[in-house]
């Protein structure tokens, strides 16, 4: 994505870094359990900020290396505070580039942030909707850091980013100064005035941050913002769009929205709910996949409620040929069956995700596995066949079965030779009230 209209180099953003360090100064009046545990401050004065655009963006690429570089920045006489807090941003940046790519090197991130922010390539699909809606001005209520606000400011959208947590609002200041359409306000997104915009987009907190870390919420509404507020939004007439977690489940998505299911690089990295001219029409559930193919989608005009009883009527039928494992947002949307019909497979079972094909069908919503053997499921048998066949390294899938296939692993593994080289790959599955053990090898 490139910025549009004039850009202000990332380095010199010094006016910017004095604005958000001075807003961080108020964090000292804002009861404790509104802030964020992470403290930009030193990060934000004239030496941490010229100190962290001296670094390398390798400078702190593992553990080792950012420890290294705490010892070295400490011996040349930096404070103490400032080479901490430094480094860890130096860290966070590098972790952040499988989401957020090259412009990591740049942003301004705390840990809680950047666990629930946008990737890049995502967020960039969030703005080309709103684009493609004839959308000009959008409100990002809950920004983050800012990643989607940042897609949505390259693709000439006006933002404005509101975030209530003053730590974080400091930093989504710092990650959008490069675009003069975008700007952030720090409040709260419920009492946020959006009746001047055209359209809306939500990232709610779905994790709460204590010291020792952070944890995922479940309940939609326990959210910040809940569910219910998004879909208020929806009945007042705005469209529409709100990230949560890949996790909800169907009977919590509201009727009146579209619900697509994202993974990136076979991880399932969101649900996104679009309301109002957001929604496609005769488009109710979708599965986006992206992966080194680009983008590849499914769609369904139907409820996931309709599909499963659908799902009950259908033939199966025995394991042979190809083993196909559906990807997540595929099985998450509930669009197994069609992936089935484009391969010309059958279901084992009707409540198991995985199908089998005599032929082996490319296809980006699906991995395929020849099958070599079918065994029952049973750990002594199959120990006796990991010794017996020399097997090293296996690599165990599941589905339907109450196994936890690190542990079955060790199991396995422990009377195998300290020769055994060869790998193999079993697929642990229940079809009916049988258990069985599916020997494959990818294609």
């Known amino acids: 994505m490139q910025a549009s209209g004039p850009v202000r180099a990332l380095p010199g953003r010094g006016e910017a870094a004095e604005l958000s360090a001075a807003r961080l100064e108020t964090m000292a009046s804002t009861p404790a359990a509104e802030q964020s545990t992470e403290n930009l401050m030193p990060v934000l004065s004239p030496e941490g900020f010229g100190l ?13 290396a950012a420890l290294e ?26 972790l952040a580039k499988t989401k957020l790519g090259p412009f990591a090197e740049h942003m301004i991130l705390t840990r ?19 684009v493609e809606a004839g959308f000009t001005r959008v409100a990002d209520l809950g920004c983050g850091l800012g990643s989607d606000a940042m897609a949505m400011a390259s693709l000439e959208l006006d933002v404005t980013a509101v ?79 709100v990230k949560l977690g890949p996790g909800i489940p169907h009977e919590s998505v509201p009727a009146d929205c579209e619900a697509q299911w994202v993974s990136v690089g076979g991880a399932v990295t969101e649900a996104t709910l679009w309301f109002g001219s957001l929604r496609r029409n005769g488009v109710r559930r979708a599965a986006l996949v992206v992966g080194g193919h680009g983008a590849a989608e499914l769609t369904s005009e139907t409820d996931a409620a309709e599909a499963a009883r659908a799902r009950g009527t259908r033939p199966t039928g025995d394991v042979e040929g190809y083993l196909y494992e559906p990807d997540g947002a595929v099985i998450r949307a509930g ?65 339907g079965l109450d196994v936890t296939p690190e542990e079955l692993r060790r199991v396995l593994l422990a009377g195998a030779g300290k020769k055994a080289k060869k790998k193999a790959t079993l697929v642990l599955t229940r079809i009916g009230d049988s258990r069985y053990a599916i020997e494959v090898e990818p294609v």
């Open 112 to 130: 809680a942030g950047l666990e629930q922010a946008t990737r890049m390539n995502v967020a960039a699909l969030h703005a080309r909707r709103y």
């Open 335 to 399: 669009l197994v069956e069609q992936v089935v019909d484009a391969v010309g497979g059958h279901l084992l079972d009707p409540h198991i995700a995985y199908f089998c094909a005599p032929e082996a069908v490319e296809t980006p919503f699906a991995r395929a596995y020849r099958v070599l053997d079918v065994k029952p499921y049973n750990v002594k048998a199959l120990r006796a066949w990991v010794k017996a066949a020399g097997i090293g390294v296996l690599d165990i899938k599941k589905r």
């Open 52 to 64: 962290l655009s001296s670094l390398a963006p390798e400078a702190a690429a593992t553990d080792r």
């Open 163 to 241: 975030e209530l947590d003053e730590t974080t609002a400091a930093a989504a200041t710092m990650n959008l100064m490069p675009w003069p359409n975008a700007r952030v306000v720090n409040a709260d997104a419920e009492g946020f005035d959006v009746s001047g915009f055209d359209a809306v987009w939500l990232d709610p907190a779905r994790r709460t941050t204590t010291t020792s870390g952070t944890s995922r919420i479940f309940d939609p509404e326990a959210f910040s913002p809940p569910l219910s507020f998004v879909e208020a939004l929806a009945d007042a007439g705005k469209p529409v769009g």
């Open 69 to 94: 570089l705490n010892l070295s920045l400490r011996k040349t006489g930096h404070d103490p505070e400032v080479v901490t807090a430094v480094v860890h941003q130096a860290r966070l940046r590098a």
